[in-house]
């Protein structure tokens, strides 16, 4: 944890290890065996134990294909991408460097360019999103973005589809992004928390349509 082995380093054999720590072998295995269940050592039988330092996604990502198929959690990830994007939006009005400001004028840009083009403006909307992590300059949050992203992919192009979505989406995106330029905090936040609600009431819209 302390960082003295980096990931994938393999660790010195079980009899220097118990020498070293003043223990038994069978206390040290069961210790290596605890710190394998835990992700923190990779046992590899012929090979010898290894540092490893699980990433976020390797717990998230397993869950990625029950939610796309069960359409029902839909509604439970939009809340909890609320609570993350609108806290995301705060901290990148303050965080953003002049390079990342710029880059979410241009995904805004293209986004008007795509109008005419439902799937590659789901794209740039996307990649405005996914930009507005990265400004936070904050690393849980980005790979809790990127985790979770397979699932904004399907959930958007599914959403361009509903009717004044396009129009809906540049307005709330505008208005994001004008709040981020101006570094106001509160603003963005009040920006994002509308985009969330006006995304959550098009799906509701949406799904009684379905019925």
């Known amino acids: 944890m302390q960082g003295h082995w980096e990931k994938g380093e393999k660790l010195p054999g079980e009899i220097e290890l118990a020498k070293q720590f003043g223990v038994s072998r069978s206390t ?7 710190l394998s269940s835990n992700g923190l050592v990779k046992i590899k039988h012929g090979e010898g134990n290894f540092a490893w330092y699980p990433e976020v996604e390797e717990y998230l990502n397993p869950l990625m294909p029950r939610l796309l198929v069960e359409r029902e959690d839909i509604l439970s990830i939009m809340e909890a991408r609320s609570m993350v994007e609108v806290q995301t939006a705060r901290l990148a ?12 004028q241009s995904l805004l840009e293209e986004m008007e360019a795509s109008i005419d083009d439902r799937k590659q403006f789901a794209h ?46 540049v307005n709330d995106h505008r ?15 009040d920006a994002m928390r509308k985009h969330m609600k006006h995304t959550y009431q098009a799906i509701m819209a949406n799904r009684g349509k379905e019925k």
Not at 28 to 34: D, K, S, V, Y
Not at 93 to 103: G, H
Not at 131 to 158: G, H, R, W
């Open 93 to 104: 009005a303050t965080r953003a460097s002049e390079e990342e400001r710029a880059e979410l």
């Open 124 to 169: 740039y909307d996307h990649a405005f999103h996914k930009q507005i992590a990265i400004a936070t300059n904050n690393n849980v949050i980005i790979k809790i973005y990127e985790a979770i992203e397979v699932f904004l992919v399907s959930q958007q192009l599914e959403i361009v589809d509903y009717a004044d979505a396009i129009e809906r989406g």
């Open 175 to 189: 208005a994001i992004l004008d709040a981020i330029l101006d570094s106001d905090e509160q603003r963005a936040a």
């Open 28 to 34: 040290l295995r069961e210790a290596l065996r605890t």
